[in-house]
């Protein structure tokens, strides 16, 4: 049953062919028997979760089941979930238990899916490896030695190792892609304000954006139409019609407008690497697409616009963790100034405080126009080159990552480094347009992604794009040797 | 831009976070670095543009001014390090 993809598990659970609580301890089992190796989940909920499948059950049962009833997933450890704990991978929260569930979750729940558990992930999603977790890195299913990519590098490798048919991530600077990419997988970051961050624990506000990461970019689709839309909890969410995600993967892509940037295929992009994403851009003209090049000019500055900006964010949003309300609080404090300072000196990890300092001394008298309005202008400029490239192409495309997964490790000691693995996914964090990684080949056991950029609420083009090269190719169906 | 001891000192004390003594050579060299990619920034003359803070361009969604919460002091306070009779408890901040 864990080989099964959404539609399949749909279809069989309406058929009587299995139930949620059978499906829900074979991925239980499946969990127990492999998660030691690969450390993806923080919590497993195995209490919750039989109840949820005995509901999704007696639902079923009723005639009352809608698309995605008694199907199970995985939810990033980033999403409240209410009675289950919320750790978002730090010391902060490990014992954190949220007073109330976020919208992704609750939206889930109402369509009576399955929470198996909560994934491990990089502290607070600040991390390209999941290495800088408290509850420790997790490993690629294609390659122990490997990362899975981060942030949601738990979400990827539950799916890859077939663990779970589904999980959320989010993706504040390629934190679905680039595990996607990494680990095999199809992975969305819808528009920003397309899918709810209520109770999704902010890093940067203006860039965090939560979505699916699945197999396929059909169960995409599928998990898309139960999470995504307008929400009043969320006050930059968008209330836009939201479409039947499903609904155009079938059309056909002749004529398609294709827009290779020429700054993706520079220095920095490994060699075999390139080869796969050029391999897979002639499948595209194979299925009718017509490939321009193009320029995204100051594509080149998004990593420094983005980490003026999304530290300058993070450094405001982490302030609520103060050791008085919720979480860790330090031993003994002398006074207030004590208890702050240690309580998060204490809670938080290298990389967090990393970036909590840089946002600091960004937003600090005297250097704000330097930096954060500097960024913020880059970032207008960055949006601009897209908007531009949008008059004459339907969707860009170019590599996810400019390399296979790396070795644990490997990049640790220099922060730089690791944020260079983002090269090509921050620019549409930036702009706030929709990105996908999807499979597209391998270099030795290691897999690689192509990104697609899409224009605002292209979703369901974008899905339909990835779809149809996925008719035509099995990439997308390899799984990892050890957990077929 | 390079960062001293004392700078690395200074945004610790503003961002609230305790640095052991030995942490900060190496928070100075990181920090150091990761301003050294920043400034790359500064390639681009910017001086027309107008600044981005929303990706979308829009503005703030007002509703209507109306009580919507209800009082739920009881389970924050459940998960709270330490609180009596209703109350948060913070170690001592008047003489």
Redesign the interface.
Known sequence: MHTLRLAALSAGLKAKKFSSAELTRGFLQRIAAHDKQLNAFVTVAEESALKQANAADARLAKGQAVALTGVPLAQKDIFCTQGVKTTCGSKMLAN??A?YSATVVQRCDDAGMVMLGKTNMDEFAMGSSNETSYFGPVRNPYDLNAVPGGSSGGSAAAVAARLAPIATGTDTGGSIRQPAALCNLTGLKP???RVSRYGMIAFAS??DQGGPMARSAEDVALLMNVIAGFD?ND??S??TPVPDYTADLTKSLAGLRIGIPKEFFGQGLDTKVEQVIRDALKQYERLGAKIKEISLP?SG?S???Y??VAPAEC?SNL?RF????????CDQ??????????S???G?G?EV??R???G???L?SGYYDA?Y?????????I?DDFKNAYKEIDVIMGPTSPTVAFNLGEKTD???TM?LSDIYTIAV????IPGMSIPVGFVGQRPVGLQLMGN?FDEARLLNIAHQYQQATDWHLRAPKGFE | MSLSKADVEKIAHLARLAISEQDIELYSRNLSNILALVEQMNKVDTSAVLPMAHPLDTAQRLRDDVVTETNQRETFQAIAPQVDCGLYLVPQVLE
């Open positions: 954190f238990i007073p528009t920003y304000g203006s860039l009043s006050s930059t968008v209330d100051n500055l990593v420094p616009t980490y003026v450094s302030s103060d050791g008085v309300r919720y979480g860790y609080r404090p002398v006074d207030l100034v004590d208890l702050y300072k240690r998060r000196g204490e938080f290298a405080k990393r909590i300092m840089i600091t001394y960004a600090s930096y309005l500097k960024a913020q202008k880059l970032r207008r400029l949006s220099d922060p730089v944020y964090n930036l702009a706030g605002y």
